[in-house]
């Protein structure tokens, strides 16, 4: 199997791609972007591709400066939690009987155990949420999603709100898993987001498999 590196060099080459890094580098230059250019590509940096047992999408990075760092839903642990990661610690402590692991909000335990945190589209500029929509990111992530589906088999996908459960027909279910719940966020986690009880599901299914459960 190839690893991460080869896949997104694929995607490099691509001419979606290439207009897409010349609107980025310029988007540097001139306005203020999150992450910090070095950690775009983090999630894919922090767990390999072929330890994968895990896929949360996100929507787009944290917009407030210091809080994005390349991994979706994650926070540098200095940094006070935000409100969709608030929420997911509640769900976490109340599915499993215990506090999360990651408490401070910080994620790269749960990618260094072989969660993919990827967000749909990987930067945004200051204050702006979704600001960097459309400019090739969703193709991108797509196509890293189809290469999971086509792939790796028996991967646990968990989509949170509408546009990561949009998702769910690029993924081919007869190979992976897919559990589906509103956001986390304030506006949608009393929908249904609080009570789905992924993190246990997760795990149960990643025992029936023979994997080592994530320690949430």
Known sequence: MENWKDVINIEKEKDYFKNLKEQIDKKYETTTVFPPKNKIFNAFTKSSLEDLKVVILGQDPYHGKGQAQ??????????????????????????????????????????????????????????????HHKLGWEIFTDNIIK?????????????????????????????????????PSPLSSYRGFFGCKHFSKTNEILKSLGKKPINW
Do not use: R
């Not at 999360?100 to 990618?111: E, K, M, R, T």
């Open 147 to 183: 290469y999971i589906s086509q792939n790796c088999k028996d991967v646990v996908f968990i989509l949170w709100g509408g546009p990561a459960i949009a998702k769910s027909k690029i993924i081919d279910e007869t190979k992976h898993h897919i559990l589906t719940a509103p956001h």
């Open 70 to 131: 390349g991994l979706a839903f994650s926070t540098p642990k200095e940094i006070k939690n935000p409100p969709s990661m608030v929420n997911i610690l509640k769900e976490i402590k109340d599915d499993l009987k215990k506090d999360s692991s990651c408490l401070d909000g910080d994620l790269n335990p749960w990618a260094e155990e072989g969660v993919l945190l990827l967000n749909t589209i990987l930067t945004v500029e200051e204050s702006k949420p979704k600001s």
